[in-house]
């Protein structure tokens, strides 16, 4: 067979949350309906969980600032059908039970503080929408063997011989993206030699529609409710062996020992369906842009998932781009241009620096057995919790992923 070249303006290389939100958002411009896309994703999204069965393992709190992103994006109709959990309250303490912190979306004068969503039924939501635009050229799922620059263009070579060009690249590949690597970006790495145990759990006692929070030395315990009164979400993060011990324990033992890390808050626990654990890595990308490449998501940058910030700050990126590629097209200037990828890296980069030097900083206090560290610690939360203003103006903003 002949091997085939095409040529598009813009080639997408990853589907997850981001890439997918970033080719909606992109496709409802009026100035892009004209634009040639390719998406390129090497996998299908994974099998959402039915109405009447548990959320499967992956799940994300999304803020409100993402719930509207995505709504505008195409997903607003059948939003209901995503199961979305919002969440009311977050109650945060310490495993010393001398400081807590509680944000409240009443307090903070807003309807919720966001909404936990299955990551699959989200994926699936997005990647229905993107199938459905006749417009784009989609290849999926597609592998592909290398990415090079030739004269003016980037070149993709799908596995089938076939190649795809374009002056522009957004790579939405994720945290080890190989379209970073290939267009010679370099990452700086933080690993915590954690790993974050998630699964979902029934228990005893109603969530009451809180986000809860333990700190533990070892790292934080999140429960995080879904759609379900007597049912969560779990995030447990662990030294790495510690828990990879806690996902091939005895099923009765694991929960008898997530009830106790949890301080029976919501009474006794069961596990449903699988456990499974992702190593923890902070990793930021030394430049956004390069050479008409362009990071978005965990490609550009990755978070510890202790206050949920990951996927918000990728769509953040997205709003970001759409903007600065828009108002550039507006301005006569070709999609490729490196005018839009320099505001983008400016507007996102800092942020998301900012954000992952907080979340690290959160992780390093809380592990720490310094007591004086540990009383400055607890001084602080108390504090906090009696901050009033601040309090609610964090709740509002770091919290929440707002920019
Ligand atoms: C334990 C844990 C809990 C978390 N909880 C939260 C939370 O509550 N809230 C939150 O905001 N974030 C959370 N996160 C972070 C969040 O999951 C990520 O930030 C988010 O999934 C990143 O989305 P992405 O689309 O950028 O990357 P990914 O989700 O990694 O998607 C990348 C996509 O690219 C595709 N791809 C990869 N390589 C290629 C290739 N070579 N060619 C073509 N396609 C490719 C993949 O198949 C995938 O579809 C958590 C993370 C962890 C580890």
């Known amino acids: 067979m002949p091997k085939t070249s095409e040529q598009f303006d813009m080639i997408v290389i990853g589907a997850g949350l981001v890439g997918s939100a970033f080719v909606l958002c992109l496709r409802q411009q009026a100035v892009a309906r004209d634009l040639r896309i390719a998406v390129v994703e090497r996998s299908l999204p994974p099998t959402p969980a039915a109405a009447n069965e548990h959320w499967g393992l992956r799940v994300s709190a999304l803020s409100p600032e993402s719930v509207s992103l995505l709504q505008a994006a195409g997903l607003h109709a059948k939003w209901p059908q995503l199961r979305p959990a919002p969440y009311a309250d977050m109650r945060v303490w310490d495993a010393d039970g001398t400081g807590a912190v509680h944000f409240s979306a009443k307090a903070a004068g807003v309807e919720s503080l966001g909404v936990l969503i299955e990551n699959a039924a989200l994926q699936t939501a997005l990647w229905q929408q993107v199938t459905q635009d006749s417009g784009l050229s989609i290849y999926a799922p597609q592998a592909w063997t290398n990415l090079e620059r030739g004269l003016g263009d980037w070149c993709l070579t799908l596995s089938d011989g076939n190649a795809l060009h374009a002056p522009l690249v957004i790579a939405a590949d994720g945290a080890q993206s190989r379209v970073r690597e290939l267009a010679g970006i370099a990452v700086a790495q933080r690993d915590y030699h954690q790993r974050g145990v998630v699964c979902t759990v029934e228990h005893e006692k109603p969530h009451e529609a809180t986000a809860w929070q333990r700190f533990l030395n070892t790292g934080p315990l999140a429960f995080l409710p879904t759609d379900h009164p007597q049912q969560s979400s779990i995030v447990w993060t662990l030294p790495s062996e510690q828990?990879?011990?806690?996902?091939?324990?005895?099923?009765?033992?694991?929960?008898?020992?997530?009830a106790q890390a949890f301080e029976h808050k919501l009474g006794a626990v069961g596990l449903l369906g699988e456990r499974a654990s992702f190593p923890l890595l902070a990793q930021h990308a030394e430049h956004y842009a390069c050479d008409g490449v362009v990071l978005i998501g965990d490609a550009a940058h990755s978070i510890h998932p202790l206050a949920g910030q990951g996927v918000n700050l990728g769509f953040l990126d997205v709003a970001a781009l759409v903007d600065a590629l828009v108002a550039q097209r507006k301005a006569g200037l070709p999609w490729a241009h490196e005018r839009a990828q320099r505001q983008y890296s400016r507007a996102r980069r800092g942020h998301n620096g900012l954000m992952m030097h907080a979340m690290s900083g959160f992780d390093l206090l809380f592990a720490s057995e310094l007591p004086a560290l540990r009383v400055l610690r607890n001084i602080g939360m108390k504090a906090f919790e009696k901050?009033?203003?601040?309090?609610?103006?964090?709740?509002?903003?770091?919290?929440?992923?707002?920019?």
């Open 243 to 258: 828990a990879q011990a806690y996902c091939a324990m005895p099923v009765a033992e694991f929960e008898q020992a997530l």
């Open 387 to 403: 901050s009033g203003l601040v309090k609610q103006h964090i709740a509002q903003t770091a919290l929440q992923g707002r920019r």
